[in-house]
């Protein structure tokens, strides 16, 4: 597509479900990313992919989150059992991946979480 | 580690004032380093890296290798220049991911 859509836009849960966010990146960028932008705290890495692949799932804050992606395009990332400190802004964000030193991301308009 | 610091949380100027956000970071290798910004109700956008040595929207950076500072700067501030700015490193080597800030909240006063 023409840019990184994210859906939804918004999801309000409840303590204790599980919640699925979504990641369309654009077309042909192998390299996809999930942040979460929370008040105060700045954007924080949560996981990365090359295709399929997350060499880097390090930021990933507790066995509860899980993300996977698919035939190289879409991802989901996936939390349990929510709690109301997952409430945040989810960011997806894809590149061209590679070694090559300018490429910075493509960010989607987040998904903003909230747990009551 | 990486690591990206930027102490001013909210900073405020009038029109036509200088402006600089102060990023610093610290890393071991030779950094990327970028400035990414988001206005009201829009997505964050890449703003400028150090590499393309560009001037985008009047604003500029320079990497201070002996510092580790790449701080933003802008010699007359515009009011649409409001907004949340985020400095952000990556490792040539290894690492693809971006490490952030904690952002700058800038707001111009008329």
């Known amino acids: 597509g023409a840019g990184v859509s994210q859906s939804p836009s918004n999801k309000v849960t409840e303590k204790g479900k599980d919640v699925e966010l979504r990641c369309d990146p654009i077309?042909?960028?192998?390299?996809l990313y999930w942040y979460r932008q929370s008040l105060g705290q700045g954007l924080e890495f949560l996981i990365y992919?090359?295709?399929?692949?997350?060499?880097?799932k390090s930021g990933l804050p507790s066995d509860r989150f899980s993300a996977e992606r698919t035939g190289g395009s879409v991802s989901t990332l996936t939390i349990q059992r929510t709690q109301q400190e997952d409430s945040a802004v989810y960011l997806c964000?894809?590149?061209?991946?590679?070694?090559?030193?300018?490429?910075?991301?493509?960010f989607g308009s987040g998904t903003r979480l909230t747990v009551v | 580690a990486q690591r990206v610091t930027q102490p001013e949380k909210l900073l405020s100027v009038f029109k036509g004032a200088p402006v600089e956000l102060k990023c610093n970071y610290s890393y071991s290798g030779s950094p990327e380093l970028f400035w990414y910004v988001q206005y009201s109700r829009q997505r964050l956008q890449l703003l400028l890296r150090h590499i393309s040595r560009e001037s985008i929207k009047g604003f500029t950076a320079d990497l201070n290798k002996g510092e580790t500072s790449f701080h933003l700067k802008k010699p007359f501030a515009q009011e649409e220049d409001s907004a949340m700015y985020y400095c952000?490193?990556?490792?040539?080597?290894?690492?693809?991911?971006?490490?952030f800030g904690q952002g700058t909240r800038l707001t111009i006063n008329p």
């Open positions: 964000a894809s590149s061209q991946g590679g070694q090559r030193p300018n490429y910075g991301y493509t």
């Open positions: 952000a490193l990556r490792g040539l080597r290894g690492a693809q991911k971006l490490v």
């Open positions: 992919f090359q295709g399929n692949s997350a060499p880097d």
């Open positions: 077309s042909g960028h192998t390299a």
